[in-house]
C-alpha cells in the first residue's frame, strides 16, 4: 500500500514537474509570466483597440506560445521545445527547431517574408501621386533623418554599430524594413526592435499630430495645395522598372526589398495580370503578415525581452519617430518658402513609411483647421517615397555593417 501511494506520489510530481505552470516557480520563470501577460495585452490592442490587428494577433499567439513552451522545457529538455529553440550547431551555425522555429528559419532569416510584405504593399500601392509630383521624394528622404541621427546616439550608447542601425530604422515607421534589417545585422534584438516599431506605427495617430502642430503655424496649416494631376500608364508602368533599375545600381542590398515592392506595384499597373495581383494583394500579403507575427512575436521570451536594453531601444525607437515627423515637417517649411506658399509643411510628416496611415493624419489635420482643405492625395506623394527612403536606408546600412 505505502508502495503504491510512493508511486502516485511520483507520477504526480513527474506531472507537475512536466508542465510549464511549474516553471512560473524556477529561476527567472516571473519573467515568463510577464511575457504572457504582455501577449495578452497585445490581443487587447488589437482586438478591443484595433491597433495594428492584423499584425499584433500573431505577434500575441507567438509570444504566448513561446513563453509557455519555454516554461515547460528548460535546461537539457530545452533541445525538445516544439515551438522554438535556438541552437549552435557542430559548425558554428545558428539553427532553428520546433513549429514556429522552421517558420522562422525559413521565412525571417532568409529575409523572405519581409519581401513577401512588400510585393503586397507594391500591389496596393498607387505611386501616382508621387510620379505627379517628384519633387515629394525630397520630403520622403527628409523623413529618413531620424534613422541616422538615432544611429549616431545609440553608439555612444554603447550598442554596436549593426545595433544601432537596427534601432535607427524604427524611425522609418515600416516594419518588415525593420525586421529585415534587424535580422540581418542584430538578430538578438529582433523582437524588441519589431515590437517598437509596430507599437508606434500603431500609435501614429497619437504621436505625429502634437509634433505637427509644435513645428507649424495655423497658417501654414490652412494652406491649401494644387490637385494632383493625373498620370498616364506608360508612366505608372515605367516608374517600377526605372526605381527597380536605379536604387538596385547605386545601392544593391537594398534590391530585395526594393525589388519586390516594385514588381507588385508593376503587376498592379500592367493591368494585364489581375489574378496575380489578387493573390500578391490577398493571399500572400495576409500569409506572410500572419507568419511574420508568429515568428517575431516567439522571439519575445522573458530572457530575451526583458532587460534594460529593451528599454533603451524603445526610448530610442520613440526618439527616432518623433525625430522622423520633425525631419519631414521642417524640409516641408522651408519648400513652403522655396514655392512662395505652394507647399503645405504638414505634408512632410507623411514622408515616413507607414502607408497611408500617415498620410491620412495629415488630411486629419489639414481639416481640423480648415474643413474645405484636402490634402490626403498630396500627402500620398511623400508617403510612398517614404517606403522606397526607408528601404534605401536599411540597404545602405547593410551594405556597411552586413559584413
Known amino acids: 500500500m505505502i508502495l503504491l501511494q510512493n508511486d502516485f506520489v511520483e507520477f504526480f510530481k513527474d506531472?507537475?514537474?512536466?508542465?510549464?505552470?511549474?516553471?512560473?516557480?524556477?529561476?527567472?520563470?516571473?519573467?515568463?509570466?510577464?511575457?504572457?501577460?504582455?501577449a495578452f495585452l497585445l490581443l487587447y490592442l488589437a482586438i478591443a483597440k484595433k491597433a495594428e490587428p492584423y499584425l499584433l494577433i500573431p505577434m500575441a499567439?507567438?509570444?504566448?506560445?513561446s513563453n509557455i513552451a519555454d516554461l515547460g522545457f528548460r535546461g537539457p529538455n530545452a533541445a525538445n521545445n516544439p515551438i522554438f529553440f535556438e541552437y549552435v550547431d557542430t559548425e558554428g551555425h545558428t539553427k532553428y527547431s520546433g513549429l514556429i522555429g522552421y517558420l522562422y528559419q525559413?521565412?525571417?532569416?532568409?529575409?523572405?517574408?519581409?519581401?513577401?510584405i512588400f510585393l503586397g504593399i507594391g500591389a496596393t500601392t498607387d505611386f501616382g501621386p508621387l510620379i505627379a509630383q517628384p519633387s515629394m521624394m525630397i520630403l520622403g528622404a527628409a523623413a529618413q533623418l531620424g534613422i541616422f541621427i538615432t544611429f549616431l546616439l545609440a553608439i555612444p550608447m554603447g550598442f554596436t554599430a549593426q545595433e544601432a542601425a537596427s534601432i535607427g530604422i524604427i524611425g522609418g515607421a515600416d516594419g518588415p524594413t525593420a525586421i529585415l534589417t534587424a535580422s540581418t545585422l542584430s538578430p538578438k534584438l529582433l523582437a524588441s526592435i519589431a515590437?517598437?516599431?509596430?507599437?508606434?506605427?500603431?500609435l501614429i495617430p497619437f504621436i505625429q499630430p502634437p509634433i505637427i502642430r509644435l513645428l507649424t503655424t495655423k497658417k501654414e496649416r490652412r494652406i491649401h495645395m494644387d490637385d494632383i494631376k493625373p498620370v498616364s500608364k506608360k508612366k505608372k508602368i515605367l516608374f517600377p522598372i526605372v526605381v527597380t533599375a536605379i536604387t538596385s545600381l547605386i545601392v544593391p542590398s537594398c534590391a530585395p526589398l526594393i525589388g519586390c515592392l516594385m514588381l507588385g506595384n508593376l503587376i498592379k499597373e500592367s493591368?494585364?495580370?489581375?489574378?496575380l495581383v489578387e493573390t500578391s494583394a490577398n493571399a500572400i500579403l495576409y500569409t506572410s503578415t500572419i507568419m511574420i507575427g508568429i515568428c517575431v512575436g516567439a522571439t519575445a521570451t522573458g530572457e530575451t525581452?526583458?532587460?534594460?536594453?529593451?528599454?533603451?531601444?524603445?526610448?530610442?525607437?520613440?526618439?527616432?519617430?518623433?525625430?522622423?515627423?520633425?525631419?519631414?515637417?521642417?524640409?516641408?517649411?522651408?519648400?513652403?518658402?522655396?514655392?512662395?506658399?505652394?507647399?503645405?509643411?504638414?505634408?512632410?510628416?507623411?514622408?515616413?513609411?507607414?502607408?497611408?496611415?500617415?498620410?491620412?493624419?495629415?488630411?486629419?489635420?489639414?481639416?481640423?483647421?480648415?474643413?474645405?482643405?484636402?490634402?490626403?492625395?498630396?500627402?500620398?506623394?511623400?508617403?510612398?517615397?517614404?517606403?522606397?527612403?526607408?528601404?534605401?536606408?536599411?540597404?545602405?546600412?547593410?551594405?556597411?555593417?552586413?559584413?
Open 106 to 116: 525559413a521565412g525571417i532569416t532568409t529575409e523572405i517574408f519581409p519581401c513577401l
Open 271 to 275: 493591368g494585364v495580370v489581375p489574378k
Open 61 to 65: 499567439i507567438g509570444c504566448l506560445l
Open 15 to 38: 506531472f507537475w514537474d512536466s508542465t510549464s505552470i511549474a516553471g512560473i516557480f524556477q529561476d527567472g520563470g516571473w519573467k515568463n509570466l510577464i511575457m504572457i501577460l504582455i
Open 305 to 403: 525581452f526583458l532587460n534594460l536594453q529593451t528599454l533603451e531601444i524603445f526610448a530610442l525607437g520613440i526618439f527616432a519617430f518623433v525625430m522622423a515627423t520633425a525631419g519631414g515637417v521642417l524640409i516641408g517649411k522651408l519648400m513652403e518658402v522655396c514655392t512662395h506658399g505652394k507647399v503645405n509643411p504638414m505634408i512632410g510628416a507623411a514622408g515616413v513609411s507607414a502607408v497611408p496611415m500617415a498620410a491620412r493624419v495629415v488630411q486629419k489635420e489639414a481639416q481640423r483647421e480648415d474643413s474645405s482643405n484636402f490634402l490626403l492625395m498630396q500627402a500620398m506623394g511623400p508617403n510612398v517615397a517614404g517606403v522606397i527612403g526607408s528601404a534605401v536606408a536599411a540597404g545602405l546600412f547593410i551594405m556597411a555593417f552586413g559584413g
Open 195 to 202: 515590437i517598437a516599431a509596430y507599437s508606434y506605427m500603431a
